[in-house]
């Protein structure tokens, strides 16, 4: 950089600094190096080029000051490549001077198509998933099986109880006489320990449908045995009368009825 004053009448050069003008190390720009200084002023050497210099634009400037003035160097990035994308783009939007809205419903319907033939199969996968982990939860086919069990109970002899397995569980059929009947509906029931009535246990008088285990630690009770005429643990001592319920021994409970259903002659229990 050079200027000029008047001074005197006469111009003198009154620059104080001097400029170097150097091309990148990749490409040169110009064929030799200008440089302007003051006569008889001794030029310092640029400054060496780092890789700072080469950042941030493309136009950088690097500036030193000696007691001889001051000197600047600037580099001239201009054979920098540019990134080209053009082989990811689509067609319809390879133009750059052209607008992509007139396509924008086609690239949509693509997109839309492809987003729903992925969820088909994925829902699909997602039900068979879940099938199979609720099936892997739920009882097996034997256990479903005897889910139900059909009793008649005109094979049943009066006074006499059958056994049955249901679930994996000891039932109790027991057709009771009459005698019986009216021994478990005269009971007083301030005297129970479980305080049900014969009526409620029931559904016909005639027959009595139990869970053959004991409520005090799960024994199998004996029937037609005990102080009372219905069932004897022998494992604890608790008696059962007639109906079932606890009128001796440790059990807490009396034995448990389950849901059944009784039309004509047969009972479905479960």
């Keep these: 950089m050079i200027s000029f004053t008047a001074r005197s009448g006469s111009l003198k050069a009154a620059s104080a600094a001097h400029s170097v003008v150097s091309p990148s190390t990749s490409t040169p720009l110009i064929e030799s190096i200008v440089v302007v200084k003051k006569p008889n002023v001794a030029v310092p ?35 920098v490549q540019v990134p080209d994308f053009s082989a990811y783009r689509r067609e319809s939007v390879s133009n750059s001077n052209q607008s992509s809205r007139a396509s924008s419903d086609s690239r949509k319907a693509f997109s839309y198509l492809m987003v729903a033939g992925g969820m088909i199969p994925s829902a699909y996968l997602a039900k068979q998933f879940v099938n199979g982990a609720i099936g892997s939860l739920s009882p097996s086919a034997d256990v479903l099986a005897l889910a139900q069990i059909e009793v008649n109970l005109t094979e049943i002899p009066e006074g006499k109880n059958a056994t049955f397995k249901w679930r994996g569980k000891p039932l109790f059929v027991r057709h009771r006489s009459q005698e019986e009947i009216d021994r478990e509906v005269a009971v ?48 604890h001592g608790s008696h059962y009368d007639a109906s079932g319920r606890i009128r001796k021994g440790p059990a807490p409970l009396n034995l448990e009825v389950p849901v059944y259903t009784i039309d004509g002659d047969i009972v479905t229990v479960g």
């Excluded at 890789?51 to 003035?69: Q, V, Y």
């Design 45 to 79: 050497p640029p400054a060496p080029a780092t890789s700072f210099m080469a950042k941030g634009s493309l136009l950088r400037t690097a500036a030193s000051t000696s007691l001889a003035g001051k000197s600047q160097m600037r580099f001239a990035h201009t054979d």
């Design 188 to 235: 007083d029931l301030t005297i129970l320990r479980d305080q049900q009535h014969d009526v409620d246990r029931a559904q016909n008088p005639r027959y009595l449908i139990l869970i053959g285990i004991c409520t005090h630690l799960g024994c199998v009770p004996i029937a037609n045995a005990g102080e009372f005429g219905g069932y004897y643990c022998p494992c």
